[in-house]
């Protein structure tokens, strides 16, 4: 291969969702330099024919159990927000309707806007950040419409992210456990601010409420721990944390590196 070795090509490659790479080289001490390229296996010639089958079918198969482990995952969070929402959803448009206010149209085209990302962007291994940011966004507006003067919410984002590519649904759960959790036993305006910023060369997307917070839900510590998986497993070098938000509530913070979302198929 003229102008690439084998290493680069398995360094390109690796840029994909679990490849399955086997080294085949003549000399062992080449084997650590290709796992850090992302091999996951190698063999020594002379290769025999049947061990190299036998590994290959074995390392297929553990591919397949990964990937549908995974789905599995991801189908369970897009699960979390149809049947109880979807309820009530319809209850607020069926509402809105009944009353002969404006606000029914508007309704009705920002569910359809939450549930076409569902189906189709949610299923994707990979979004732009503006597809999960409007996503995000609509479910944002549609909550406003329920919640009406019981709620306000400010959004904030200081840089353009269209060329970044982040795993969906890993903004939206977070404000989902805002009216979850923190505003179940709040008197008074619900408040909201969702941000988008760049700082010191990393994204960073927070998400503040003035709600009594989760507490020791378990649930949600299992939310926030899919999430950092879900992009370690893209980029190894995400941050989410939880904390007490300034006027009392919860802030929780997504931070990756900016370089890191660039390119990534």
């Given at each position: 291969?003229?102008?690439?070795?084998?290493?680069?090509?398995?360094?390109?490659?690796?840029?994909?969702?679990?490849?399955?790479?086997?080294?085949?080289?003549?000399?062992?001490?080449?084997?650590?330099?290709?796992?850090?390229?992302?091999?996951?296996?190698?063999?020594?010639?002379?290769?025999?024919?049947?061990?190299?089958?036998?590994?290959?079918?074995?390392?297929?198969?553990?591919?397949?159990?990964?990937?549908?482990?995974?789905?599995?995952?991801l189908l369970l969070l897009q699960n979390r927000m149809k049947p109880h929402f979807l309820f009530n959803a319809l209850n607020t448009i069926h509402a809105l309707v009944?009353?002969?206010?404006?606000?029914?149209?508007?309704?009705?085209?920002?569910?359809?806007?939450?549930?076409?990302?569902?189906?189709?962007?949610?299923?994707?291994?990979?979004?732009?950040?503006?597809?999960?940011?409007?996503?995000?966004?609509?479910?944002?507006?549609?909550?406003?419409?329920?919640?009406?003067?019981?709620?306000?919410?400010?959004?904030?984002?200081?840089?353009?992210?269209?060329?970044?590519?982040?795993?969906?649904?890993?903004?939206?759960?977070?404000?989902?456990?805002?009216?979850?959790?923190?505003?179940?036993?709040?008197?008074?305006?619900?408040?909201?601010?969702?941000?988008?910023?760049?700082?010191?060369?990393?994204?960073?997307?927070?998400?503040?409420?003035?709600?009594?917070?989760?507490?020791?839900?378990?649930?949600?510590?299992?939310?926030?721990?899919?999430?950092?998986?879900?992009?370690?497993?893209?980029?190894?070098?995400?941050?989410?944390?939880?904390?007490?938000?300034?006027?009392?509530?919860?802030?929780?913070?997504?931070?990756?590196?900016?370089?890191?979302?660039?390119?990534?198929?």
């Amino acid at each position: 291969m003229p102008g690439m070795s084998g290493f680069d090509v398995v360094r390109e490659v690796g840029a994909n969702d679990m490849p399955v790479v086997v080294f085949v080289t003549a000399y062992d001490a080449f084997a650590a330099r290709a796992f850090e390229t992302h091999a996951i296996d190698y063999l020594v010639k002379p290769v025999r024919r049947d061990e190299l089958l036998a590994r290959s079918r074995t390392l297929i198969a553990l591919k397949r159990e990964v990937q549908e482990h995974r789905d599995a995952r991801l189908l369970l969070l897009q699960n979390r927000m149809k049947p109880h929402f979807l309820f009530n959803a319809l209850n607020t448009i069926h509402a809105l309707v009944e009353s002969g206010g404006p606000g029914a149209s508007e309704a009705i085209m920002t569910l359809a806007t939450i549930y076409r990302f569902l189906i189709d962007g949610a299923r994707q291994r990979l979004v732009t950040f503006d597809e999960e940011w409007d996503f995000t966004n609509a479910y944002l507006d549609f909550q406003a419409i329920q919640y009406g003067d019981m709620l306000a919410v400010s959004r904030e984002r200081s840089v353009e992210f269209g060329d970044m590519l982040v795993p969906p649904l890993i903004i939206q759960p977070i404000v989902e456990n805002c009216f979850k959790h923190g505003f179940r036993e709040l008197a008074g305006t619900g408040r909201i601010a969702l941000s988008a910023e760049l700082r010191d060369g990393r994204v960073r997307v927070t998400v503040a409420d003035n709600g009594v917070g989760p507490g020791t839900e378990p649930s949600f510590d299992r939310s926030l721990g899919n999430i950092r998986d879900r992009i370690n497993h893209h980029y190894g070098d995400a941050d989410v944390t939880i904390g007490p938000a300034r006027d009392g509530g919860t802030v929780v913070g997504i931070t990756i590196r900016r370089d890191s979302l660039r390119g990534r198929p």
